[in-house]
């Protein structure tokens, strides 16, 4: 047992493990979404709903997580906000009318430390946003979030520390699953902070290239002292017209399936 959310990534890609068609193209974007959405061969939408149908089935989780640059690139600057420098600021923001609120049944959980992403939609049909922020997140952007009654969890100081996030939203929140729907780099950090349980991957029958493109797990290199995150193999579909479906299982030292 673990006394944190476990986490299922669930990510599609080309079969060059691209994530998207390019470090600053935003998959919302109309342009790279069109492009994207081309890429999608006749049935992808009946296997992205028996992806999501299964993990359903398995996990009925409680949480969705996404990372802030599914919404800002990599060189969006803060929002500009009055300022604010109150210490009570940095205490969890969970308030009972959000949390409580008996039409309440998931989270869309974004890691946005930097304070990045202004948020025109808080949810909706039961799904409420969550952020996940850090003592050095901008005060100001705190007090952004509580204007516009957006929770939020403190975990980490000079960044989110996505561990303690885990076992904040258990703790805090009762969440004992988290889906992944990240891009890349976030992806890569809960890869090379060990936080990953399970991977189900779609690949769609198509190249991207490119350098630098983001990957499935895009990040820091492998350190030489480190091993590669070992996986088995659960199930394996493929489509009539060339899509991949996989599901894996993270092994760990000691798990019993681990060689």
């Known amino acids: 047992m673990t006394d944190r959310a476990r986490v299922v990534v669930s990510v599609t890609a080309s079969v060059d493990g691209r994530v998207t068609l390019g470090r600053d193209r935003l998959l919302l974007s109309e342009e790279a979404g069109r492009v994207w959405h081309s890429m999608q061969p006749a049935g992808a939408d009946a296997v992205y709903a028996a992806r999501t149908a299964l993990l359903e089935e398995l996990y009925a989780p409680t949480a969705i997580l996404e990372g802030s640059g599914t919404f800002v ?20 923001y969970l308030p009972p009318e959000v ?9 869309f959980t974004v890691v946005d430390g930097r304070g990045r992403v202004h948020w025109d939609q808080k949810g909706g049909d039961g799904i409420d946003l969550l952020l996940l922020v850090a003592r050095a997140t901008p ?6 979030l509580r204007r516009e009654t957006i929770p939020y969890l ?3 100081d000079d960044r989110v520390d996505l561990g303690l996030a885990l ?9 004992t699953y988290v889906i992944s729907e990240a891009g890349g780099t976030l992806n890569g950090a809960l890869l090379r902070a060990d936080l990953i ?12 290239g490119g350098q630098g493109v983001p990957t499935i797990f895009d ?8 091993s590669p995150t070992q996986l088995r193999l659960i199930t394996s579909n493929t489509t009539p017209n060339g899509i991949l479906r996989l599901r894996y299982e993270v092994l760990r030292e000691g798990s019993s399936n681990a060689s």
């Open 139 to 144: 005060p100001s952007y705190l007090a952004y």
């Open 154 to 156: 403190v975990a980490g």
């Open 197 to 208: 349980d399970e991977l189900h991957l779609v690949l769609l029958p198509t190249a991207i």
């Open 167 to 175: 076992r904040r939203m258990r703790d805090a929140l009762g969440v």
């Open 99 to 107: 949390v409580e609120h008996p039409d309440h049944r998931k989270w």
């Open 219 to 226: 990040g820091p290199e492998l350190p030489l002292d480190q």
């Open 73 to 92: 690139t990599e060189d969006a600057a803060p929002l500009e906000l009055p300022p604010a420098d109150d210490d009570w600021l940095f205490e969890d």
